[in-house]
DNA sequence: AGTCGGTATTCATAATAAAACATACCGTTA
DNA sequence: TAACGGTATGTTTTATTATGAATACCGACT
């Protein structure tokens, strides 16, 4: 049995969230983290750099920057982009492109579990 | 053996590390992070925020809002402050404080170290 | 040839975050 | 009680980063 008093002291357990973020470096700097991966990921689905970004709120001047980054730091270019034509242009993920998004989210999948696994064991 | 001519087009492949970080979340935001875990160590060394803030260049404003937010956070208080007194006062872990910062490393190390593995099978 | 819509690029501006500065407070010790 | 050195706190600059606006370019299509 338990006493009322006995919550007078009593503080309410705090809950915590491990968090885990992951991205790949080359020599030049980032090559690929979270937000570029979504950003191909929208290109992919969307067809332009200029809706992908708009899907997520990026500017298009950043989205240019990170595919332009990206492809730079690739061995081969994630994104294959076109310029004029009937609807002005757009861009795609080529096979390198498509098989980069898979790759990270499924390395991040592995790993947030993992990491939840050994987060149980935590006690803050 | 191998032609010149192959050289042509050879490309060098490009050399890619994968970077993991991992951090704490509580309801009202960050909680411990790489940065804190680093500044609280520091702490333990030097016996006062201001000190453990300069060992990181990091300035004694934020590293004393860190100790401040961690605290409240915490089910007990990680870091203990003492105010004026023989060397004007002073800081260092609690009990708590030292299990967080053997916790996060050791959480960290077993993360990296899976993640390193994963990565291997990785290619870009 | 002119329209359309996305890419390519520069430049100015806004939003955020971090550092620097300035002061008051605090308690032991000389 | 005056000095010292760290804590406590607000304010002001600086630095970093992201956004927005403006413009040129491109090529299929009518």
């Given at each position: 049995?338990?006493?009322?008093?006995?919550?007078?002291?009593?503080?309410?357990?705090k809950?915590?969230?491990?968090?885990v973020?992951?991205?790949?470096?080359?020599?030049?700097?980032?090559?690929?983290?979270?937000?570029?991966?979504?950003?191909?990921?929208?290109?992919?689905?969307?067809?332009?750099?200029?809706?992908?970004?708009?899907?997520?709120?990026?500017?298009?001047r950043?989205?240019?920057?990170?595919?332009?980054?990206?492809?730079?730091?690739?061995?081969?270019?994630?994104?294959?982009?076109?310029?004029?034509?009937?609807?002005?242009?757009?861009?795609?993920?080529?096979?390198?492109?498509?098989?980069?998004?898979?790759?990270?989210?499924k390395?991040?999948?592995?790993?947030?579990?993992?990491?939840n696994?050994e987060?149980?064991?935590?006690?803050?």
């Amino acid at each position: 049995m338990r006493y009322a008093y006995d919550c007078i002291s009593m503080k309410k357990e705090k809950k915590y969230t491990l968090r885990v973020r992951l991205w790949v470096e080359e020599t030049n700097g980032i090559f690929l983290g979270l937000g570029r991966v979504i950003l191909l990921e929208n290109i992919g689905k969307t067809g332009s750099i200029t809706n992908a970004a708009k899907e997520m709120k990026m500017s298009y001047r950043q989205a240019w920057q990170f595919v332009e980054d990206m492809n730079k730091q690739a061995n081969v270019p994630l994104v294959e982009k076109m310029l004029g034509g009937k609807n002005g242009g757009g861009a795609r993920l080529t096979v390198a492109g498509e098989s980069a998004v898979k790759s990270y989210f499924k390395l991040e999948n592995k790993i947030r579990k993992f990491a939840n696994k050994e987060a149980t064991k935590l006690k803050f």
